[in-house]
């Protein structure tokens, strides 16, 4: 048997009700907010990821999915979709149509992890990125958009984390007390931290080795260190956080280890997944449109990855979707009408209703078991006695009610039925 490869993911007919009420929540909110949506290809040159990202990265060092096309470019497929969304921004000059551009996303993402529950190496993230401000309230609004959104999904258990890693300047500062204070415990860091005190030293708060945990108990932290214009600009983003009424914790050991970061970092926390906790993150990166060729120009994003959002709403039983259920199924009773039924189903579908009928020669009563199955609302019969005199049945299934109609009053059922589930919707 040929199989889907690890770490990634059918998405069946069964599930696609929850995933389209998250991308209509999604939809509904980004509009709210006025960010519109932009698509980008699934892949990129390798470069664009390797400085968009940072080569001292896990996904740029160990993660990407990057292979030799047949010209024997380096292709990769994105593992993120900031670098993706400036390297349009840039390409298509949209600064030149206004100074501050708001997008949004909903895309596949494609990580070599080592696959477990709430990691997969196909994954799928909506996301927003807005370029052309430095306003705090920005990055204040990248974290009330995901919080409203996880609200509206019926999620409770969730947190906030939130940090500044502050300008260039004072983090390079910080970088050299950071070091200087590590340097007697060099010989007791794990190998991957030994590394990174050279790569990248912040990114040794992220360390799950309990040693390394310990020695950095009692560290510096980058917020002490902190210039003014950044504390002021962190005031702002709490302040902000705070009118919008959202939970937040500072967290000084909150480190994205992107290069690119300045000012804000954050994460959506939920206490309802397990290991694989954070639903959202994103920051403050005004460094990077320049870095990736364009002008300078301060940009602020988030990403939530929605399997794992998923995950966090199956644990919490928060979504509660009204099944898709079928307007009209069609049971024919005479084998001869099958043509016949089958025009019809057109005639109601071309009307806006959802129809469904007999593929396979069913007895009458396997048909009425399939609409029962599939929860039509409402079943039409033809054949028997009735056709015979020029008639139809429709059976309202949630009433049992029936009512004949003649065979060419077609626009007549439609309006029943229409009449009908307009009245059920207006009750529920
Ligand atoms: P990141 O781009 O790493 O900050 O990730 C943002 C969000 O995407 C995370 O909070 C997760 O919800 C989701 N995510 C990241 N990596 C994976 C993965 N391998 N599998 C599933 N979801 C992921």
């Not at 993402?109 to 993230?125: I, K, S």
């Not at 309230?137 to 995901?146: G, R, T």
């Not at 364009?294 to 994003?301: A, D, F, K, L, Q």
């Amino acid at each position: 048997m040929i199989k889907a490869i690890t770490g990634t993911k059918d998405i069946l007919p069964a599930d696609i009700p929850q995933w389209r009420h998250i991308e209509s929540v999604v939809l509904k909110v980004m509009n709210e907010f006025n960010y519109k949506e932009i698509r980008t290809p699934v892949f990129e040159q390798t470069i664009l990821f390797t400085r968009g990202i940072g080569e001292s990265t896990d996904i740029v060092s160990k993660e990407m999915y990057t292979f030799l096309d047949r010209s024997q470019t380096s292709i990769t497929l994105k593992p993120e979709m900031t670098a993706s969304v400036v390297r349009a921004f840039i390409e298509h000059s949209l600064e030149k149509k206004q100074s501050l551009n708001k997008f949004f996303y909903i895309s596949p993402m494609f990580r070599q992890e080592r696959p477990q529950a709430g990691r997969l190496r196909q994954f799928h993230q909506f996301g927003a990125e807005a370029l052309g401000s430095k306003s705090p309230i920005l990055d204040a609004e990248m974290i009330i958009i995901p919080f409203r959104i996880l609200k509206l999904l019926g999620l409770k258990n969730l947190s906030v984390k939130i940090n500044s890693l502050g300008v260039p300047q004072s983090r390079e500062n910080y970088k050299k007390i950071l070091k200087e204070y590590l340097k007697p415990h060099l010989n007791k860091l794990s190998e991957d931290s030994k590394k990174r005190v050279n790569t990248n030293i912040l990114r040794i708060f992220d360390s799950k080795d309990q040693k390394d945990q310990e020695i950095l108990n009692n560290a510096p932290l980058l917020i002490e260190y902190l210039d003014d214009e950044s504390l002021e600009h962190f005031e702002k983003v709490k302040q902000a956080l705070l009118s919008a009424k959202i939970p937040f914790e500072v967290d000084a050991r909150l480190v994205r280890g992107l290069d690119y970061y300045t000012h804000t970092t954050f994460e959506v926390i939920s206490g309802s997944v397990g290991s694989q906790s954070a639903l959202c993150g994103g920051g403050r990166y005004d460094l990077l449109v320049k870095e990736l060729g364009g002008s300078e120009t301060p940009g602020v994003g988030f990403a939530a990855g929605i399997e794992r959002i998923l995950l966090a709403c199956a644990n919490e039983k928060s979504l509660r979707l009204n099944d898709e259920s079928l307007d009209l199924f069609i049971v024919n009773i005479d084998k001869n009408l099958s043509d016949y039924a089958f025009n019809v189903s057109l005639f109601f579908r071309e009307n806006g209703l959802s129809v469904d009928l007999d593929y396979l020669n069913r007895s009458v009563k396997a048909q009425m078991r399939e609409a029962n199955r599939q929860n039509a609302k409402f079943v039409l019969i033809l054949g028997g006695e009735e056709f015979a005199k020029g008639e139809i049945l429709l059976k309202d299934m949630n009433t049992s009610q029936q009512v004949t109609f003649l065979k060419d009053e077609l626009e007549k059922v439609v309006q029943k039925i229409k009449s009908q589930l307009d009245a059920n919707n207006l009750r529920s």
